[in-house]
């Protein structure tokens, strides 16, 4: 198995909506609930965005959500902010393994 | 405070060997699986290894299978990597990070700062 499929870039303006689609295998994102997301500044830690598909933890601001349809797993920003740039990944279980997705780039133009 | 302080890096040859541990504190730290990931100068994540909260289950990417080895010591709270025939595409920062429900499969919502390993002659 592979890493899970991200876009390597996507980009909007402050106030617009953006989707970051993660396309798996029915091995991983079709078979579990267990889809996360994560954002990554440059030089600092992973943070959990998502959990569960769609779970936001205490604390993550609401303009972030999660969803999936079979195989493809998706992360939804409104309401861009310029703090918002940043490297998210996604991320499955895959029974006895895990795996990301390649990491996509957000730029807030 | 939840927190996770990875040590141990730093540079050795190919083929050579290398501990890494992870001392956590602010939470109980036998109540959670906890895991290795990593990730290559401007590249990616990649997960490298999950262990149970008690240490009986233990999986592997297969990149590092037969060369890595987790293991835990919960009177401690520690988690540690043992890394054995390094290569050059080991060289990554090495994070630890916490299983958030304490079950197998369950997102990682706490990590530590990382640790730099760098395989190179």
């Known amino acids: 198995q592979s890493a899970l499929t991200q876009p390597a870039s996507v980009s909007g303006s402050p106030g617009q909506s953006i989707t970051i689609s993660c396309t798996g295998t029915s091995s991983d994102v079709g078979s579990y609930n267990l889809v996360s997301w994560y954002q990554q500044h440059p030089g600092k830690a992973p943070k959990l965005m998502i959990y569960?598909?769609?779970k936001r933890p205490s604390g993550v601001s609401n303009r972030f959500s999660g969803s999936k349809s079979g195989n493809t797993a998706s992360l939804t920003i409104s309401g861009l902010q310029a703090e918002d740039e940043a490297d998210y990944y996604c991320c499955s279980y895959a029974g006895s393994s895990t795996f990301f997705g390649g990491g996509t780039k957000l730029t807030v133009l | 405070q939840v927190q996770l302080v990875e040590s141990g890096g730093g540079l050795v040859k190919p083929g050579g060997s290398l501990r890494l541990s992870c001392a956590a504190s602010g939470f109980t730290f036998s109540d959670y699986y906890m895991s290795w990931i990593r990730q290559a100068p401007g590249k990616g994540l990649e997960w490298v290894s999950y262990i149970s909260s008690s240490g009986s289950t233990i999986y592997y990417a297969d990149s590092v299978k037969g060369r890595f080895t987790i293991s835990r010591d919960n009177a401690k709270n520690s988690l540690y990597l043992q890394m054995n025939s390094l290569r050059a595409e080991d060289t990554a920062v090495y994070y630890c990070a916490r299983a958030a429900a304490g079950t197998e499969g369950d997102a990682f919502d706490i990590w530590g700062q990382g640790t730099m390993v760098t395989v190179s002659s």
């Open positions: 569960e598909g769609s």
